[in-house]
Nanobody, 120 residues
């Protein structure tokens, strides 16, 4: 049974930083696709960044490129998203996702989400 658990959400003022982490059980992150998505109130879920195994560099959405950085710890089996220079429009619930497949937005497993609130 694969489980993903996010941590690190919170509230911050614009220009601040937060770091999200996602811990996996029943699954090895380094073996397959992984991603971070976010969903703001009354908006569609959108991809923030994604790593697709088999080559290529991590993909970042244009809105976060240069401000957000993905990292993974293969020993601890966690992945993280360092978010710097946060903006109010970054507010939303952030989800980690793993394993490319037939699930929503092309990922089979999802965490329950971590709320990020950025105030002006």
């Amino acid at each position: 049974q694969v489980q993903l658990v996010e941590s690190g959400g919170g509230s911050v003022q614009a220009g601040g930083s937060l770091r999200l982490s996602c811990a996996a059980s029943g699954y090895t992150f380094s073996s397959n696709c992984m991603a971070w998505f976010r969903q703001a109130a009354d908006k569609e879920r959108e991809v923030v960044m994604a790593v697709y195994r088999g080559g290529g560099r991590p993909f970042y959405a244009a809105s976060v490129k240069g401000r957000f950085t993905f990292s993974e710890d293969n020993v601890a089996n966690t992945m993280s998203l360092q978010m710097n220079t946060l903006k109010p429009e970054d507010t939303g619930t952030y989800y980690c996702a793993a394993v490319c497949g037939q699930g929503p937005y092309g990922f089979d497993y999802w965490g329950e989400g971590a709320l990020v609130t950025v105030s002006p």
